[in-house]
């Protein structure tokens, strides 16, 4: 009451101002950013790949270190332990690959007038069939020793660039072994400000490995059945193509295919249509009730990825960084929500839509019971 018994006029509420930039702006804005990043990695992905390969290696390895200094090794020598395991899983691999890949080659030369024979086969069956010459020409190209010739060209100059990138990647693991010590003070260094951002990239971390864990577990197993079976049928070099389905497991979705043309293609020459059969019909049970149908479950639960998602990611990032996309899809994928999504409040709906388990928010229209 004021001194006149009146009461105060109301004050009017000041108006909220208006948004600077409009919600459809903002996101045009937002695609716009991204566009131009993406375009700059695209050409930057002979530095980009490797970077993120040594990334994750470190990433995967990175636990080494815990047993190391809870028995009181100092930081520099739990930090040699991370970078002997990330070298040895580099060495291992590279073993493997140039092991099926020597193989690969010398099982085109052992097979060259096979090869040859087939090709003229299916030309002759597939003109019977009524198809014009360009047609089964085409279609019996792929049996060709040349043209397999070529393919195993292109692979060695793919193998060359490999070769430079995991330079660069041997280099890049140890300094990312080295900082990965010190990220890991960070929380002591800034205190509970620093607390979000060190929570977001462990999760990050965990489910990188949780994903690399599951793959390679699932891979171990395809590569093992799939090895056994190919053997037992006389397909010629079965470690070769169970090591392929071991690497192409890594592969969302889509790896299974790649793994199983050649074995396919090789029965065919060997054996024949009803071994070529075979070996597909073992591949689809084996490699499509694992890796198809009950691997993407354990994927999804495992790094919180929608299924759809996660066959995307492959086609994309293949796209944009190579080959080595592909591998490194989910991992990238995860990446970019915890750099994009996961530190925005307002984006728990996108989050939602990626797969994440998101807490719902609480209502406000609820009162207390």
Same mark, same amino acid.
């Given at each position: 009451?004021?001194?006149?018994?009146?009461?105060?006029?109301? /004050?009017?509420?000041?108006?909220? *101002?208006?948004?600077?930039?409009?919600?459809?702006?903002?996101?045009?804005?937002?695609?716009?950013?991204?566009?131009?990043?993406?375009?700059?990695?695209?050409?930057?992905?002979?530095?980009?790949?490797?970077?993120?390969?040594?990334?994750? %290696?470190?990433?995967?390895?990175?636990? /080494?270190?815990?047993?190391?200094?809870?028995?009181r090794?100092p930081?520099?020598?739990?930090?040699t332990?991370?970078?002997?395991?990330?070298?040895?899983?580099?060495?291992?691999?590279?073993?493997?690959?140039?092991?099926?890949?020597?193989?690969?080659?010398?099982?085109?030369?052992?097979?060259?007038?096979?090869?040859?024979?087939?090709?003229?086969?299916?030309?002759?069956?597939?003109?019977?069939?009524?198809?014009?010459?360009?047609?089964?020409?085409?279609?019996?190209?792929?049996?060709?020793?040349?043209?397999?010739?070529?393919?195993?060209?292109?692979?060695?100059?793919?193998?060359?660039?490999?070769?430079?990138?995991?330079f660069?990647?041997?280099?890049?693991?140890?300094?990312m072994?080295?900082?990965?010590?010190?990220?890991?003070?960070?929380?002591?260094?800034?205190?509970?400000?620093?607390?979000?951002? /060190?929570?977001?990239?462990?999760?990050?971390?965990?489910?990188?490995?949780?994903?690399?864990?599951?793959?390679?577990?699932?891979?171990?197993?395809?590569?093992?059945?799939?090895g056994?079976?190919?053997?037992?049928?006389?397909?010629?070099?079965?470690?070769?193509?169970?090591?392929?389905?071991f690497?192409?497991?890594?592969?969302?979705n %889509?790896?299974?295919?790649?793994?199983?043309?050649?074995?396919?293609?090789?029965?065919?020459? /060997?054996?024949?249509?009803?071994?070529?059969?075979?070996?597909?019909a073992?591949?689809?049970?084996?490699?499509?009730?694992?890796?198809?149908?009950?691997? *993407?479950?354990?994927?999804?639960?495992?790094?919180?990825?929608?299924?759809?998602l996660?066959?995307?990611?492959?086609?994309?990032?293949?796209?944009?960084?190579?080959?080595?996309?592909?591998?490194?899809?989910?991992?990238?994928?995860?990446?970019?929500?915890?750099?994009?999504?996961?530190?925005?409040?307002?984006?728990?709906?996108?989050?939602?839509?990626?797969?994440?388990?998101?807490?719902?928010?609480?209502?406000?229209?609820?009162?207390?019971?």
């Amino acid at each position: 009451m004021s001194l006149f018994g009146r009461p105060p006029a109301a /004050v009017a509420p000041s108006p909220t *101002p208006a948004p600077v930039l409009s919600p459809a702006l903002r996101v045009l804005l937002g695609l716009a950013a991204a566009v131009v990043a993406l375009a700059g990695l695209y050409f930057a992905r002979e530095l980009a790949g490797p970077l993120v390969l040594a990334a994750v %290696i470190v990433i995967i390895c990175h636990p /080494v270190r815990h047993p190391l200094e809870r028995r009181r090794w100092p930081r520099w020598a739990a930090t040699t332990g991370v970078i002997v395991v990330a070298y040895l899983i580099l060495l291992v691999l590279g073993a493997l690959l140039f092991f099926a890949g020597t193989q690969f080659v010398r099982l085109v030369a052992d097979y060259a007038d096979e090869l040859q024979a087939s090709a003229q086969a299916v030309i002759t069956w597939l003109s019977s069939l009524g198809m014009d010459g360009q047609a089964s020409d085409a279609a019996a190209s792929v049996l060709q020793p040349s043209t397999i010739v070529s393919f195993v060209t292109s692979l060695g100059g793919t193998a060359i660039g490999i070769l430079t990138a995991l330079f660069f990647v041997f280099a890049y693991v140890i300094f990312m072994a080295a900082d990965g010590s010190r990220y890991t003070r960070a929380e002591a260094s800034f205190g509970v400000v620093a607390r979000p951002t /060190v929570r977001r990239f462990q999760v990050f971390n965990s489910s990188v490995r949780r994903y690399y864990v599951v793959n390679a577990s699932f891979g171990a197993v395809v590569a093992i059945i799939d090895g056994l079976a190919l053997w037992a049928l006389g397909v010629p070099a079965p470690a070769v193509w169970a090591i392929l389905a071991f690497v192409t497991n890594f592969i969302p979705n %889509i790896g299974f295919v790649i793994g199983l043309i050649p074995p396919a293609l090789l029965a065919l020459v /060997v054996g024949g249509w009803p071994l070529m059969l075979a070996v597909v019909a073992i591949y689809c049970v084996v490699n499509v009730t694992l890796q198809v149908l009950v691997q *993407p479950k354990f994927v999804s639960d495992a790094v919180s990825l929608s299924l759809t998602l996660s066959f995307f990611s492959v086609i994309f990032w293949t796209f944009i960084i190579g080959p080595l996309g592909a591998i490194l899809s989910i991992p990238l994928t995860l990446l970019v929500r915890a750099l994009v999504l996961e530190g925005d409040p307002g984006a728990r709906w996108l989050r939602w839509l990626s797969g994440d388990a998101v807490p719902a928010a609480p209502d406000p229209d609820d009162g207390p019971d």
